[in-house]
């Protein structure tokens, strides 16, 4: 691997940071500080229309799209360092346009939709100016399996219906999500990943309700937002059906492996501005008479913390290398390893700046509460940690399968 980054990703890096610097950490404390948008009603919540205008000035910079290769003309291994830069601010992916779920459903609507859900749903999402969310975890089941899904897809005539309860749809509380992406239980009798289908559900269709959203640690993510809906006798024509019937899974796996890169890239971006907040805290601030950073083992803290940042960023940087180079299926051990490491990683150093910084961290003061939030739910959105050491467990045991059939039939002998 060449651990230069290449000129344009270099530059874009450069123009994403000023970015950020000149208009959205700005922002970004104004908007800490506005607590009304915190509560469980989201017909009330609005679009921050400064966060509209920066997403016009980011286009006009080009700093928009920059997740999708056959727009930005940027690989996995560039895209990634943009979205480290993107982490350090919750609000920043929005602003160009390179938030989730958003991603993933622009790229499934870019490898698997028709022409005619490309002109309908993706070009919007491209603009920016609708929103979208992504359905499939249920509240009745382990959705860890995503074979237990009940949500079912039914044949009739010229349409689908759909019925079932979803929970954690992140972002259906946007007053611009307009369209979801419905996962669901097509054929019952079909092999094990081809029972599911994907289909593309407008949010104003009649029998779609949102029920409520879920609060992360008390707070709501508005204008974002992670709710129950449920559907209930849903009819929508089968030109909404994505890619074609059974093919739920075969599009899942194609959504997720970038998806991860962006994620832990971002979560990354988080960890390293915790840790600067966690570096200027224990300079400046004094107790017994000494700086933070010179009491207990807080200089430990910070020698590990750096430690373990480069350490993941090697591994989610190898994991973009190989997504470009042999695909998916090619990476699947590293993008479970780095969906393991990486939120824990993050949660620890994010921790141990709201520790230094007592009360403070706590609070809206700062941006690390929020942060924390981010990257504890990132141990379970995608699969929780458990799953992906599975992943890589079994996939580290067939490596060895041929020497232990050999050792087993010695023995015999």
Known sequence: MNFNHSPKTAQLIKQVQIFMNDYIFPLEEEIMNTHELQQPNWKLWQVNQQIEVLKAKAKDAGLWNLFLPEISGLSNTEYAPLAEQMGHSLIAPEIFNCNAPDTGNMEVLWKYGSDWQKETWLHPLLEGSIRSVFCMTEPAVASSDATNMQATIVEDNDEVILNGTKWWSTGIGHPNCKVAIFMGLSDANASKYLQHTMVIVPLATQGVEIKRMLPVFGTYDAPYGHGEVSFTNVRVPKTHIIAGLGRGFEIAQGRLGPGRIHHCMRALGASERALQLLIERSLTR??????????????????????????????????????????????????????????????RIIDQAMQIHGGMGLSNDTPLAGLYAYARTLRLADGPDEVHRGVVAKMEVKKYSNYVNDGIQTLGR
């Not at 083992?297 to 910070?302: E, L, Q, S, V």
Request: overall charge positive; some cysteine.
């Open 286 to 347: 004094v107790a017994f008479g000494r700086p933070l950073v010179k009491l207990g083992g807080n200089a430990d803290i910070i020698a590990n913390a750096r430690i373990d940042l480069e350490m993941a960023r090697l591994l989610v940087m190898k994991t973009a290398f190989l997504l470009d180079t042999a695909g998916v299926k090619g990476a699947m051990s590293e993008v479970s390893q780095i969906k393991v490491i990486v939120p824990t990683i993050a949660c």
